[in-house]
């Protein structure tokens, strides 16, 4: 009798499997999330930067989701360096050009629905000049959009 019980119930947890594998994002619209998280934060950063240094998920950005990004300036996070200027204070340089950049990181996507979802990420230019929090992403239509961005740490 308990072969009878335990197979019903396997089968259902079979089923329940199937249906949640069905209902998560594929790695594309991860890819794509993180995209537009990127693109936001380069489109609303204020300050002179000449390339913009990527993270994903601590670690650099591969270049498939650089291509994603083209024509801007953009490198692996291993691109920039933090360099370290008199009394201690740190800025983040290119490691080619030398000049100015800043390194934007994404980091835990965590799925609200299968059209909203929330990252973790931020950015750091210089001792004085960080942030960290949480990027809110919408499917506008086809395609992820920003709605907010709710820093926890800034300086």
Same mark, same amino acid.
């Given at each position: 009798? #308990?072969?009878?019980?335990?197979?019903? $119930?396997? $089968?259902?947890?079979?089923?329940?499997?199937?249906?949640?594998?069905?209902?998560?994002?594929?790695?594309?619209?991860?890819?794509?999330? @993180?995209?537009?998280?990127?693109?936001?934060?380069?489109?609303? *950063?204020?300050?002179?930067?000449?390339?913009?240094?990527?993270?994903?998920?601590? =670690?650099?950005?591969?270049? /498939? &989701?650089?291509?994603?990004?083209?024509?801007?300036?953009? +490198?692996?996070?291993? #691109?920039?360096?933090?360099?370290?200027?008199?009394?201690? $204070?740190?800025?983040?340089?290119?490691?080619?050009? #030398? +000049?100015?950049?800043?390194? &934007?990181?994404?980091?835990? $996507?965590? *799925?609200?629905?299968?059209?909203?979802?929330?990252? /973790?990420?931020?950015? @750091?230019?210089?001792?004085?000049?960080?942030?960290? #929090?949480?990027?809110?992403?919408?499917?506008?239509?086809?395609?992820?959009?920003?709605?907010?961005?709710?820093? =926890?740490?800034?300086?």
């Amino acid at each position: 009798m #308990g072969s009878f019980v335990t197979l019903p $119930l396997l $089968l259902a947890l079979n089923v329940q499997s199937s249906e949640d594998a069905q209902n998560t994002p594929t790695v594309d619209e991860s890819a794509n999330v @993180f995209e537009a998280v990127v693109r936001y934060q380069i489109k609303s *950063w204020e300050l002179a930067a000449n390339s913009y240094c990527i993270s994903v998920e601590r =670690k650099d950005a591969a270049p /498939d &989701f650089l291509r994603r990004l083209t024509p801007l300036a953009v +490198k692996a996070a291993s #691109g920039c360096r933090k360099q370290t200027t008199e009394k201690m $204070l740190v800025s983040v340089v290119d490691k080619k050009t #030398g +000049k100015r950049s800043v390194i &934007f990181d994404v980091e835990a $996507l965590r *799925w609200i629905t299968e059209n909203e979802a929330e990252v /973790d990420g931020g950015y @750091f230019c210089a001792s004085l000049c960080m942030s960290s #929090g949480r990027y809110h992403v919408v499917r506008d239509g086809t395609r992820w959009r920003v709605t907010r961005y709710d820093a =926890k740490l800034q300086s």
